[in-house]
């Protein structure tokens, strides 16, 4: 098991912020692959409030500095920020990797240094609320809106906006099969649009097979446009 290479004490100078409550902060580093650990006293459940809680300050901060900008100029700059690879890339600005706990064998992927950023929001949130998560945020995530002001739209969004396009209603997205060690499971999804065959994919979250899932939809519908 790696215990990290840094302190924890180390990552609050880190992000500006000194935690009340140090078993939050220990908490959002430790991966589940960690032995003798539960979903409870892992990054989990603090990465699925951190998700939102990061979603939120995003928003707020898109509206305040973007305010000639309609819904859907907003929409694409929230989905820029708040990508899984620019969580990353967040994750590694600050050396993320060199703090996580993790069990023997496992791989600190781009999946996994994104989850860890947004449990450690998620515990921030916790140990401080949503004023004290909010600068914390903002340095680390909203500092980059402007490097990722035109971002590409997702593979999902793209086809939801097809889909629409054409009055199909909205894709369906389903989990077909679960495959792999619950620290580093593989996912299946299939997404169906009406009319058109089902398609599947994998991924190492459902959020990822779901991505990988539209994206080979689109490909479908593009070669039958072309054809």
């Avoid at 305010?67 to 700059?77: F, I, K, Q, V």
């Avoid at 169906?192 to 939809?217: F, H, I, W, Y």
């Amino acid at each position: 098991m790696s215990q990290g290479r840094r302190s924890p004490e180390n990552l609050c100078r880190v992000i500006g912020y000194e935690f009340d409550d140090q078993s939050l902060l220990m908490r959002a580093l430790t991966h589940a692959s960690v032995d003798n650990t539960t979903d409870i006293e892992t990054y989990e459940r603090l990465e699925f409030l951190g998700d939102r809680v990061l979603g939120l300050v995003v928003c707020d901060f898109l509206m305040r500095t973007y305010t000639l900008e309609d819904e859907g100029a907003l929409s694409r700059r929230l989905s820029g920020l708040v990508d899984r690879s620019t969580l990353a890339t967040v994750a590694k600005s600050i050396e993320m990797e060199d703090y996580i706990i993790y069990g023997a064998g496992t791989r600190l992927n781009e999946s996994i240094l994104a989850d860890v950023i947004e449990a450690l929001f998620g515990a921030v949130y916790r140990d401080g609320g949503l004023e004290k998560a909010r600068p914390v945020i903002e340095e680390l995530v909203c500092s980059l809106a402007e490097e990722v002001q035109a971002p590409p739209t997702d593979s999902k969004t793209t086809l939801q906006e097809w889909a629409q396009g054409q009055k199909l209603g909205l894709p369906v997205y389903r989990e077909i099969g679960r495959d792999g060690p619950d620290h580093q499971p593989v996912f299946s999804v299939e997404v169906v649009v009406t009319g058109l065959d089902p398609c599947q994919a994998n991924g190492s979250s459902k959020r990822n097979a779901e991505q990988a899932a539209a994206a080979e939809m689109l490909k479908k519908i593009s070669a039958s446009e072309d054809d």
